[in-house]
């Protein structure tokens, strides 16, 4: 079956970090890139960045850039996604998706989702 | 400029059609054929249902067509159906960013 797997949901205090993880399966990891995606409560979709599954090649949003880390482990072909320095408005639901704007920029297949909640 | 410019709602009867606007520069929507749309249901991860302006992935009705005109796309889903009923959000490429976004979102009802 082809799918993306996330990680478990997270919470986690003003200033510290999250990693996120995403299990690829069902298709050659490699084949395409990986993108993370997020969406806060009851708003829209942010492009986040993304990264090359062949060479680790990144490209980070302008309003990540400083305090996001894109990873993969091609053995395991897990893609992973760090934030640092949570602030309270970094809370959402952060996505992993096969593709990226590098490309066509088609998100054909999406992770399940893994809320992360920045909380006091 | 964060997001591209969509109207916050749209809505239709069982049948009839309904087009979402997607308003870019020349920069993004404008320059490139690289505009996609994707389909949220609530609590469920958005699904992608066109690509590359007009293309659409297997699987998905051919209900749903896209088309570009100037720096704004557009997404029609014609004889609209309940299950139509969900947030529906544009993306494109965006040479001035070497990266890209989305479009602000719009909730389609059917009445």
């Known amino acids: 079956q082809v799918q993306l797997l996330q990680s478990g949901g997270e919470v986690k205090k003003p200033g510290a970090s999250v990693k996120v993880s995403c299990q690829a399966s069902?298709?050659?990891?490699?084949?395409?890139?990986i993108s993370w995606v997020r969406q806060a409560p009851g708003q829209g979709l942010e492009w986040m960045g993304w990264?090359?599954?062949?060479?680790?090649?990144?490209n980070y949003g302008q309003n990540f850039q400083g305090r996001v880390t894109m990873t993969t482990d091609t053995s395991t072909s897990t893609a992973y996604m760090e934030l640092r320095s949570l602030r309270f408005d970094d809370t959402a639901v952060y996505y992993c998706?096969?593709?990226?704007?590098?490309?066509?920029?088609?998100?054909?297949?999406w992770g399940q989702g893994t809320l992360v909640t920045v909380s006091s | 400029q964060s997001a591209l410019t969509q109207p916050p709602s749209a809505s239709g009867s069982p049948g009839q059609s309904v087009t979402i606007s997607c308003t870019g520069t020349s920069n993004d929507v404008g320059g490139y054929n690289y505009v996609s749309w994707y389909q949220q249901h609530p609590g469920k991860a958005p699904k992608l249902i066109i690509y590359?302006?007009?293309k659409r992935p297997s699987g998905v009705p051919d209900r749903f067509s896209g088309s570009t005109s100037g720096n704004t796309a557009s997404l029609t889903v014609s004889g609209l159906q309940a299950e139509d009923e969900a947030d529906y959000y544009c993306?494109?490429?965006?040479?001035?960013?070497?990266?890209?976004?989305f479009g602000t979102g719009t909730r389609v009802t059917v009445l």
């Open positions: 069902g298709y050659t990891f490699t084949s395409k890139a």
């Open positions: 993306s494109s490429y965006s040479g001035s960013r070497n990266g890209g976004f």
């Open positions: 590359e302006v007009t």
């Open positions: 998706v096969r593709g990226s704007f590098a490309g066509n920029g088609a998100f054909d297949l």
């Open positions: 990264i090359s599954t062949n060479n680790g090649n990144t």
